[in-house]
């Protein structure tokens, strides 16, 4: 029998990282421009040595707008599909993603919310789905609570019946309401990385990512246990009430910071955890890092996707992700029952 | 479980160095060039307008306006590349004769004929924001009230290209936003003859109209839910305009309606705007037998106007459709003459627009 | 022996392959409990004052009909539940006062089987029960591993260690459990009606190994269980409860009287001695009628 050792976390993250390397090469080159892979690498160089003035016009907007789209996919794949791992233990359910307790459904709400009462604020929109985001997840944790403690079931139950609350206000201000600001909700609710945020939102997005994947790590060992039984756990040692509450709120912040930036894209937080369990096994240690990385590069594929097969029209990253994720779900699925 | 079986030894040593190589790259070049990145993209706007005109070592300042919907931009002067995300605005550059400065429009700008032939960003709703940059733009024309998202406003603003929005809620507005879309683009002789001419013809309509009573009209904007226009749409106003107005009394701008109470009101016409005649009394002939729909008198006796889709357009042909949604809906106040005088007076003022444009487009 | 039918007793110390001579491991000195559901102020059940203490390589039964209390007696021996009055004590350290992790070093708990979230092998599932040994962020160690290996070595399932859980049967299953609670290295373990879904002869099995650890490896061992026959072949002691009272606690001989398992049990039961001195029970042909509850014989 052999344990699983930081080597082979170390070793499998590194090989990710390089499959991931070698799909942001890929995104990089296609597009509204033509990039060749010789001039890509020269002006990657000149822009980390610092020499801006020397690349050509058409590298800087490339890099401009191509390089932070691709680093938000980056981020959001990681946040979406650690967050799902997560909840798939919490919950005790694998078919748990990460908007099952309502979080996206908040997030689309307070967006809505800022684009009817401030729609010339570019900010309103993040924060104010954030905001929802945050609120919907502190509702939901106490209507989820039995005797004074997270239960899984009820949690399930106390979020299914927020996000349905929640999606039918939404349907109710966006049937009702005036206006053409809220024309681009249907974007936002299938999940959309073609708009370009601030930079500051690319930094809280990393920092947000970091604390929240670390702080689920702490509780990886914990959550292998807590994956075969409660009472189980706790007889082992694992502090189950601490554990359960550090993963609701790190997960729950994932999926918050990812929905208010790029709405909610589906699918990803669901089935990257599944297909890197089945490669990698079901062990949250090395499940994390893999998820993460995962989910990087499958949201980056899916974008690369989005802007590039009905060039020049974009199709929202929600829509590749459905098409492409049912059927690997069914596969899934079949293998699951075999 | 693992791929770890299938590496061993010296081949496995140098997969992982390499791995672990390609693992900080991969990394150095995010952490390092997003930042970077974003530095470039500012300093290239300031490029764009000295590239693009090397003769005017001297680039005029910027013009500053505040756009239909709140927004300051600052418009490069003079216009030269000019993107457009909205058919209407499309068809209203080509009226103002400006079309050889117009560098891209959306898939569905399909009038005039050329404009199918223009390098293309998208859609309306979905436009490729890295081919607009590519198109170099010195503006881009938006239409906040019928056809693009607040978002990709929000984004060209990010991107630091300059982006006007018109924001047309009544046919006055649409008249006014078509001169100041001349102003804005450095030509306001020819945006002011085009107000004024589609202006005078609106006047001449509504004289002619006269005391004529108001038509009871059902716009239907989709049958299947049935959808009809609120009463602050610019589609309201131009059924007003042609001598008729709406059933249907909300605010909601694109109401689901009850077809219950739609029968009860009993509409005089029922109005629909297709580009295809055809489908629509095909389709309605499928309507007759539906319940609800049967005892709409409207239907039964085939009180139906089919006016062209220009009328969802806020452009110029907008008040072409509006003069023959009034023939159709009085047939009685226009007899034969009266059609040729207000053809006539059209032309005329169309090759007005056109002579003015050819002697700006001469200077410039 | 005291005897007085309804209270709970202290018994003088039974005989067992631990003698008198092994110290006492585990003491409960007039234990109780009461449940409060949420907001009502009468308890839902009690457990009344219970006693009784255990040896290093003895096996206690915890024996009754169900909602009798057993599962509650066996919490507040593991120290999930904190006694209303009375202490429960493990080498001298009231169970419900140790912190999660030392509990877990000391205290191992086997449950009827729970589903398994996600597919895993045998031995990884065996090497979890290492986790109250490690820091934080840990991986196991070899000597983790070898303690794993042994610990399924020691319920003779090695040949099971690479198969997956979901594809061994319930007795594998069962034994997998079991050297997952051995993994911990405990001195006490608990096991929670553990003959639950097997068959006879896994039951068996199960209980004869049960003796044979405690024996070897100087568990105390303390099974809940109302399975009459296997408690009485198998039991150093018996801790006999009936809605929510001890009845009696002694050798099985002691506690398998025909009117206590009657009253407890309520069916028609005869109690004779086999060979080696433990207690057999009888089923006698139900002659008698049900009145009020209670078994009458016509």
């Known amino acids: 029998m052999r344990p699983l050792t930081l080597k082979r976390v170390l070793w499998t993250s590194a090989a990710l990282l390089a499959v991931l390397f070698g799909v942001v090469i890929v995104a990089m080159k296609v597009g509204a421009y033509r990039i060749s892979f010789a001039d890509l690498a020269l002006n990657l160089g000149r822009l980390i040595l610092g020499r801006r003035a020397h690349i050509p016009s058409d590298y800087q907007v490339a890099f401009g707008y191509r390089l932070p789209r691709i680093e938000l996919s980056i981020l959001v794949g990681a946040a979406l599909s650690v967050a799902g791992a997560g909840f798939q233990a919490l919950l005790r359910n694998p078919l748990a993603d990460p908007y099952v307790l309502g979080v996206s459904s908040g997030g689309a709400l307070g967006a809505i919310v800022a684009l009817i009462l401030l729609p010339h604020f570019l900010l309103a929109t993040p924060l104010a789905a954030f905001v929802g985001a945050i609120a919907t997840i502190a509702a939901v944790y106490f209507l989820g609570r039995r005797k004074g403690q997270l239960d899984s079931t009820t949690l399930l139950l106390a979020g299914i019946i927020s996000a349905s609350f929640l999606s039918a206000m939404i349907i109710f201000l966006m049937t009702n309401t005036s206006g053409s600001n809220l024309r681009g909700m249907p974007f936002w609710l299938m999940g959309d990385l073609s708009t370009p945020l601030p930079e500051a939102m690319h930094w809280v997005l990393l920092a947000g990512l970091i604390i929240g994947v670390g702080a689920i790590y702490t509780t990886a060992a914990d959550l292998n246990l807590i994956t075969t039984g409660e009472r189980e756990a706790m007889h082992l040692g694992v502090e189950v009430t601490r554990v359960k509450l550090v993963v609701y709120i790190s997960a729950s912040l994932l999926t918050g910071l990812a929905v208010s930036m790029s709405g909610a894209i589906g699918y990803v937080g669901l089935l990257v955890p599944h297909v890197m369990r089945m490669i990698f096994g079901p062990d949250y240690r090395i499940l994390i890092p893999a998820s993460a990385i995962g989910g990087a590069i499958a949201l980056l594929a899916a974008d690369t996707l989005a802007r590039t097969v009905m060039f020049p029209t974009e199709l929202p990253v929600g829509a590749v992700t459905a098409m492409a994720g049912a059927p690997l779900f069914i596969y899934l699925l079949r293998r699951r029952l075999r | ?364 | 022996m005291n005897d007085a039918g309804n209270g709970a007793q202290v018994i003088a110390y039974p005989g067992g392959e631990g003698g008198a001579e092994s110290p006492v491991r585990l003491k409960i000195e007039q234990a109780s409990y009461a449940y409060h559901p949420h907001g009502q102020s009468a308890p839902a059940f009690t457990l009344a004052a219970t006693s009784f203490a255990a040896r290093q390589r003895e096996v206690v039964t915890i024996l009754g009909p169900n909602a009798s209390g057993k599962s509650t007696l066996l919490k507040l021996i593991a120290g999930t539940l904190k006694p209303l009055s009375g202490r429960v004590e493990l080498e001298g350290f009231e169970t419900s006062r140790l912190d999660t992790r030392t509990r877990a070093q000391k205290i191992a708990m086997v449950h009827q089987e729970s589903p398994l979230l996600f597919p895993s092998r045998a031995g990884e599932y065996v090497l979890q029960g290492r986790h109250p040994y490690g820091r934080m962020l840990r991986f196991e160690t070899k000597e983790d591993v070898e303690i794993a290996e042994n610990a399924l070595a020691q319920v003779g399932a090695e040949d099971l260690r690479d198969r997956w859980m979901h594809e061994i049967s319930g007795g594998e299953k069962q034994r997998v459990i079991l050297a997952r609670a051995l993994a911990q290295q405990p001195i006490l373990l608990l096991l929670d009606e553990p003959t639950l879904h097997l068959d006879i002869g896994a039951q068996v099995e199960l209980l004869e190994r049960l003796r044979e650890l405690a024996a070897e490896s100087r568990y105390t061992v303390v099974v809940v269980t109302h399975e009459l026959s296997l408690a009485a072949e198998f039991a150093d002691q018996v801790v006999l409860l009936h809605e929510g009272k001890c009845l009696r606690v002694g050798t099985p001989a002691d506690v398998y009287r025909r009117d206590l398992l009657e009253q407890v049990f309520e069916a028609p039961l005869d109690v004779d001695l086999g060979p080696e001195g433990r207690p057999r029970v009888h089923i006698r042909g139900a002659r008698g009628h049900r009145v009020g509850g209670h078994l009458k014989e016509t």
């Open chain 2, 1 to 364: 479980m693992g791929f770890g079986h299938k590496f061993r030894g010296a081949k496995r040593r140098r997969a992982s160095v390499v791995a672990t190589l390609a693992a900080i790259l991969c990394c150095a070049t995010l952490l390092l060039s997003t930042p970077a990145a974003r530095a470039a993209q500012t300093g290239q706007t300031s490029q764009p307008a000295a590239q693009a005109n090397p003769e005017n070592a001297k680039a005029l300042p910027p013009l500053v306006v505040k756009d239909e919907v709140g927004r300051r931009v600052e418009v490069p002067q003079p216009v030269r590349r000019i993107v457009s995300l909205a058919p209407s605005l499309t068809e209203t550059i080509y009226a103002l004769g400006l079309q050889d400065r117009l560098v891209g429009d959306t898939d569905f700008c399909d009038y005039p004929a050329e404009a199918r032939k223009l390098p293309k960003v998208g859609g309306p709703f979905t436009p490729n924001l890295e081919v607009i940059l590519s198109m170099k733009p010195d503006l881009v024309l938006l239409a906040a009230n019928s056809a693009n998202r607040k978002e990709t406003a929000d984004a060209l603003d990010l991107l630091h290209v300059p982006a006007y929005a018109t924001d047309a809620r009544t046919i006055d507005d649409v008249l006014a936003s078509i001169s100041r879309l001349g102003e804005v683009l450095g030509a306001a002789e020819q945006g002011h003859a085009l107000e004024d001419s589609l202006r005078a013809r609106l006047n001449a309509l509504h004289k002619k109209l006269g005391t004529a009573a108001q038509v009871r009209v059902l716009f239907i904007v989709w049958q299947e839910p049935l959808i009809s226009i609120g009463q602050e749409t610019f589609l309201a106003d131009a059924m007003r305009w042609a001598g008729a107005e709406s059933v249907v009394r909300t605010k909601q701008d694109w109401p689901h309606v009850n077809l219950e109470e739609v029968v009860r009101l009993q509409p005089d016409y029922l109005v629909f705007a297709s580009a295809h005649p055809e489908e629509i009394t095909s389709t309605l002939a499928n309507m007759r037998n539906l319940p609800g729909w049967r005892d709409m008198k409207a239907l039964q006796e085939n009180r139906i106007a089919i006016v062209s889709d220009a009328i969802n357009r806020p452009a110029p042909r907008l008040v072409d459709a509006i003069e023959e949604l009034a023939r159709d809906l009085h047939p009685e106040v226009f007899a034969e003459g009266p059609h040729a005088s207000l053809r006539h007076q059209n032309n005329n003022a169309q090759r007005q627009v056109k002579q003015i444009a050819a002697q700006a487009g001469a200077s410039l």
